[in-house]
């Protein structure tokens, strides 16, 4: 069985703030992958990263970085220096053994307040 | 290339009317998913498909639910009769498969309303 549980709802703060998302996961695979996605207020889905089980490295991608622990079983999710645009429902979710059945968690959702 | 393209964004419809959602994947993906998106329930998935064959449908709610893949570049999501309960977004995605795991591209949604 495979879950992914983002245990904040909501959260705001104010622009220029740093922001961590956190996210744990669970599956008996020692194969697997994590995703992050944004689902702005336009309501589509937009893919952030992809990580496989097998790459713990860290991952910066501008003020976006990525924290993932095998030993914690979790994948965070940092915003440094929040803008008011970041504003969105940010999912992670998880393909257990890479069969292509993603799991999503219910989301958090930011926001920035200017 | 366009991405996931979805129709119709916005459907309307009376209870117990047939409704039909449609979705064409990216050119070239072999993975094709539906997902639908409730405040109670998240994001689920209900059905995929690879090389147009479903593998998996048991996140399909009841009968009243069919989903079809025709071809490589089209595929349809059923409900009959439509009930109130089925009201929510619908996204379709598409992705890489075949030992190249890569993230699914999501199509803009499909609003259901079923009054």
């Known amino acids: 069985a495979q879950k992914v549980t983002q245990a904040q709802t909501e959260i705001s703060v104010v622009e220029k703030e740093d922001v961590t998302l956190d996210c744990v996961y669970e599956?008996?695979?020692?194969?697997?992958?994590l995703f992050w996605y944004k689902q702005p207020p336009s309501g589509e889905l937009v893919f952030l990263i992809r990580?496989?089980?097998?790459?713990?490295q860290n991952e910066i991608s501008g003020r976006y970085s990525w924290n993932f622990q095998k030993s914690t079983s979790s994948f965070n999710f940092t915003i440094t220096a929040s803008q008011v645009v970041d504003s969105a429902v940010y999912f992670c979710a998880l393909d257990s053994g890479g069969y292509q059945k993603v799991t999503f968690g219910i989301g958090t959702k930011l926001q920035v307040i200017p | 290339d366009a991405g996931v393209i979805q129709s119709p964004r916005h459907e309307v419809t009376e209870m117990g009317q047939e409704v039909t959602l449609r979705c064409k994947p990216i050119?070239?993906?072999?993975?094709l998913f539906w997902y639908r998106q409730t405040m109670m329930r998240g994001l689920e998935l209900l059905i995929y498909?690879?090389?147009?064959?479903?593998?998996?449908d048991s996140g399909m709610p009841e009968d009243r639910f069919s989903a079809k893949m025709p071809n490589a570049s089209f595929s349809t999501l059923k409900i009959q009769p439509s009930e109130p309960r089925d009201s929510a977004v619908y996204f379709c995605a598409s992705s890489l498969g075949a030992g190249r795991i890569t993230e699914a591209f999501f199509g803009q949604g499909t609003r259901l309303t079923v009054v």
């Open positions: 050119s070239g993906h072999d993975y």
């Open positions: 990580r496989n089980s097998f790459d713990e």
């Open positions: 498909f690879n090389n147009n064959v479903p593998i998996d």
């Open positions: 599956t008996r695979d020692t194969t697997y992958y």
